[in-house]
């Protein structure tokens, strides 16, 4: 793949498996944040399960939509947008009811210096969603943020590791978690908390960001010495069928990809394929930020695409220089400091 259309084709390819589940899938669709970066491909995804599946569901994509041009670009796609702030209560309350919302708001960098508006963003707001669709199912993005950092040899933070987020970003994303675990207690909306950690696509990433560091001779710092990552496209995949998936009292998913991938590795190999060396710095820490994806794997299948195939598109793209979106990741961060 090298440009935006090819890219944007292959996210927005359901598989058969979510194709047949959009079937017994009842009711709209509405995501909240779709202006984000998973946002815009899920909804493509989305509409493009629905057809072709053949039932008859309405997507709804719901962003201030700040991005030019992408409120547009997304109806001519047959998603019906709704500018909103979903913090202006009363621009909130006029949204429609729906069956299924997939909760992408949020704020993460820029947190240091604003926390006040993170914890508004991440926690409060929350609140006002879980109380708005009470009646909905309700698939929340959270981060692996909330789970400390764990020995690299015991392969990652499981489901029922518990939470100890290292510095506010995380904090106020358990925060999330836990005020909508409250209200799917008190009113029994089915819930799952859906905790990422890291997408990619070609225009971002933790691969990308690899890269880049390869391709320019910066060195990079393997004191974070591990990730995981997953394919944008098979983590919408995953989002969607969480639908279906959703429990009173709120089922808790990790999402990520199987490997726990050394970092030394994967410049290594980006090295080989651009034709150059990976240049280093620092010492692998015993401990990293993992995530366990057994479960999500039992539930959903593997992902689709591999590791090494990430790691071709991704050489590919920044060899032929293709667009990039300034959102680092941070993943060398073990502070929690974004």
Known sequence: MRTVEELEHKLAGPSPALVQEMKSLEGDIMLL??????GPSLAKLAINAIRESGVSRKVYGVSRFSEQ???????????????CDLLNDEQLQKLPDVTNVVYMAGTKFGTTGREYFTWAMNAYLPGRVAEKFRHSRIVVFSTGNVYPLTPVLQGGASES??????GEYGQSCLGRERVFEHFSHQYGTPVLIYRLNYAIDLRYGVLLEIAKSVKEGRPIDVSMGHFNCIWQGDANEIALRSLLRCKQGAEVLNVTGPETVSIRYAATELAKRLGTEA???????DTALLSNASKCMQLSGYPRVSLLQMIDWVAEWV???GKTINKPTHFQEREGKF
């Open 319 to 321: 060899l032929h220089e």
């Open 69 to 83: 041009g992408l409120k547009e670009e997304l109806e001519s796609f047959g998603v019906e947008t709704i500018a």
């Open 161 to 166: 590791t518990a939470p100890s987020p290292v």
């Open 279 to 285: 240049v280093f710095t620092g010492q692998e820490a």
């Open 33 to 38: 944040g779709v202006g984000g970066k998973m």
